[in-house]
């Protein structure tokens, strides 16, 4: 019996060994290769990364490059629009983004701040839903609140777990045991990243902070992922009580400060999570 994570990032599908098809599993490891670290690679990194033999990359690069999902100079593969449609397909018929969109807008338009919906894929957190303002100064030198995906968001953006207000979240939904194993691999690894000079990355530390939000049920990150943000976040849990996502909501210390992040947008997204609840 072999098992993988479902599309949703969220639960182990069980597969027995001989349904299992290698070579979709190894051009998918391949196609997963490219990120925003390595953006272009050749057969021997894309080998590397999908840990497969290079013979098997090339073949896997020049079918995909074939089939439309990736783009080439002869010596280096890069990502085309085509992978796009599995993003696209996604958001436009999952039931988890389309049920939370229209009340991230509803918070949105209320404080004039910027939410957002994310899932647990692996040791990142995937922004699945998106609403909200920036401010910037309008022509009379004002503040005025411009609808944008402030700090450089935007839908599909990945999120390293550990930094995040979501990724804490989602990691507290996790058994303590679970939540043992994430970060020890993870620090083994070295890839705790101090992404600020707030960023969490000792490991004991991590784990208590983890423990904290599954007490509390929120989580507030400071400045951990991108200096200047706070970012408070709740779960979304369904109706059998499994926490399917999270919510945040991402504002500068100019704006709010964290005691008043939890004073008068805590009460707001428990609200919105008991709401969506019925939906999920």
Same mark, same amino acid.
């Given at each position: 019996?072999?098992?993988?994570?479902?599309?949703? +990032?969220?639960?182990?599908?069980?597969? $027995? &060994?001989?349904?299992?098809?290698? +070579?979709?599993?190894?051009?998918?490891?391949? /196609?997963?290769?490219?990120?925003? !670290?390595?953006?272009?690679?050749?057969?021997?990194?894309?080998?590397?990364?999908?840990?497969?033999?290079?013979?098997?990359?090339?073949?896997?690069? *020049?079918? @995909?490059?074939?089939?439309?999902?990736?783009?080439?100079?002869?010596?280096?593969?890069?990502?085309?629009?085509?992978?796009?449609?599995?993003?696209?397909?996604? /958001?436009?018929?999952?039931?988890?983004?389309?049920?939370?969109?229209?009340? @991230?807008?509803?918070?949105?338009?209320?404080? !004039?701040?910027?939410?957002?919906? $994310?899932? *647990?894929?692996?040791?990142?957190?995937?922004?699945?839903?998106?609403?909200?303002?920036?401010?910037?100064?309008?022509?009379?030198?004002? $503040?005025?609140?411009?609808?944008?995906? %402030?700090? +450089?968001?935007?839908? +599909?953006?990945?999120?390293?777990?550990?930094?995040?207000?979501?990724?804490?979240?989602?990691?507290? %939904?996790?058994? &303590?045991?679970?939540?043992? $194993?994430?970060? &020890?691999?993870?620090?083994?690894?070295?890839?705790?990243?101090?992404?600020?000079?707030?960023?969490?990355?000792?490991?004991?530390?991590? &784990?208590?902070?983890?423990?904290?939000?599954?007490?509390?049920?929120?989580?507030?990150?400071?400045?951990?992922?991108?200096?200047?943000?706070?970012? /408070?976040?709740?779960?979304? #849990?369904?109706?059998?009580?499994?926490?399917?996502?999270?919510?945040?909501?991402?504002?500068?210390? !100019?704006?709010?400060?964290?005691?008043?992040?939890? #004073?008068? *947008?805590?009460?707001?997204? @428990?609200?919105?999570?008991?709401?969506?609840?019925?939906? @999920?």
């Amino acid at each position: 019996m072999v098992t993988f994570k479902t599309v949703s +990032g969220t639960g182990i599908f069980p597969i $027995a &060994k001989a349904d299992m098809i290698e +070579g979709m599993a190894k051009g998918m490891a391949v /196609l997963e290769s490219f990120d925003t !670290q390595r953006q272009r690679l050749n057969a021997t990194l894309a080998a590397e990364r999908a840990g497969i033999t290079r013979a098997a990359a090339r073949r896997h690069l *020049l079918t @995909l490059t074939h089939l439309g999902y990736l783009e080439t100079d002869g010596s280096y593969f890069w990502l085309a629009a085509k992978v796009l449609r599995f993003s696209g397909s996604y /958001l436009a018929t999952a039931r988890l983004p389309r049920a939370v969109q229209p009340e @991230l807008n509803r918070l949105a338009v209320q404080t !004039q701040e910027s939410f957002s919906a $994310a899932v *647990l894929d692996g040791d990142e957190v995937v922004i699945i839903a998106r609403s909200g303002f920036e401010w910037k100064s309008s022509a009379d030198g004002k $503040a005025a609140p411009t609808r944008v995906l %402030a700090y +450089g968001m935007h839908l +599909g953006a990945r999120l390293p777990a550990h930094a995040t207000s979501t990724g804490r979240m989602l990691l507290a %939904a996790k058994t &303590k045991s679970e939540v043992n $194993a994430w970060v &020890k691999a993870k620090s083994q690894a070295g890839d705790l990243a101090r992404l600020t000079l707030h960023t969490t990355t000792d490991p004991h530390k991590l &784990k208590a902070l983890i423990d904290q939000v599954r007490l509390d049920d929120y989580c507030v990150a400071s400045e951990e992922h991108e200096l200047g943000v706070h970012a /408070l976040a709740v779960p979304l #849990r369904d109706m059998q009580g499994h926490t399917v996502a999270a919510i945040n909501v991402v504002t500068s210390p !100019q704006r709010l400060v964290a005691d008043t992040l939890r #004073r008068d *947008l805590l009460p707001l997204l @428990l609200d919105a999570a008991r709401e969506l609840r019925q939906l @999920l």
